[in-house]
């Protein structure tokens, strides 16, 4: 089972920021967050991830609170092509490695 | 271009039927992935190699069989004992076993009646 919790669905404005929160209580020490995202029938796409610090990159910023149990994957000025499926990842070790667990994600809709 | 190809796009079959997915990548990853998504839910696990020659199952490997003779490529069998095998499919490709970002394929979407 996925060990995050996000909001099913989401809107936002055409050119203001999306703030897609997401919920990992149970984080170990070790764990990464990764988000990845799926435009509609296509496969997922890499966004970001992080341990504690945040990140920031060429497509979004990742917030992660102090305590770890939360983070926000912010989109800075979201356009209509951000439509799309956000998932928030606890990254597993053990013996599967390289595992990602997706749950059911969060709907962003950007409107005009 | 560098990536990772599926193909077909769309499949369809008769039921009892085998049916093998391609997955091909020129990225030079070492591991690959299945993953299988049904309506409105995530991403599951069917089976992953992290070289070639090797593969393990993941957390949906019933009804499925892979192979991986090369490193570009790792085809999935869905067999008939598969009970749901309408699904859409999705191969992924990452540089190693540690924490990289994983590339996806476009998917197929299979369709067995």
């Known amino acids: 089972d996925a060990k995050t919790t996000q909001p099913p669905s989401m809107d936002c404005a055409e050119g203001r920021a999306a703030n897609l929160p997401c919920n990992h209580s149970t984080i170990s020490g070790n764990e990464y967050v990764y988000w990845y995202r799926q435009i509609h029938s296509q496969g997922p796409q890499y966004i970001i991830h992080g341990l504690k610090n945040n990140e920031t990159n060429e497509m979004a910023s990742l917030i992660i609170t102090e305590d770890r149990k939360s983070s926000t994957l912010i989109l800075p000025h979201a356009t209509l092509r951000d439509t799309a499926v956000y998932y928030c990842?606890?990254?597993?070790?053990?013996?599967?490695?390289?595992?990602?667990?997706f749950g059911a994600g969060t709907i962003l809709r950007v409107k005009s | 271009d560098g990536g990772i190809t599926q193909s077909p796009k769309y499949l369809f079959r008769k039921e009892g039927q085998n049916v093998t997915l391609s997955c091909e990548q020129n990225l030079n990853h070492d591991a690959m992935y299945w993953y299988r998504q049904d309506p409105g839910q995530g991403l599951r696990l069917i089976y992953y190699?992290?070289?070639?020659?090797?593969?393990q199952k993941g957390d949906i490997a019933e009804g499925y069989s892979v192979s991986r003779e090369k490193k570009e490529s790792f085809p999935l069998t869905v067999t008939s004992a598969q009970k749901n095998p309408t699904a859409f499919y999705l191969c992924a490709s990452s540089a190693g076993t540690g924490l990289g970002e994983q590339y996806f394929g476009p998917g197929t979407r299979l369709t067995v009646t």
């Open positions: 190699s992290q070289i070639v020659n090797d593969f």
């Open positions: 990842i606890v990254r597993l070790g053990g013996e599967y490695g390289n595992k990602l667990v």
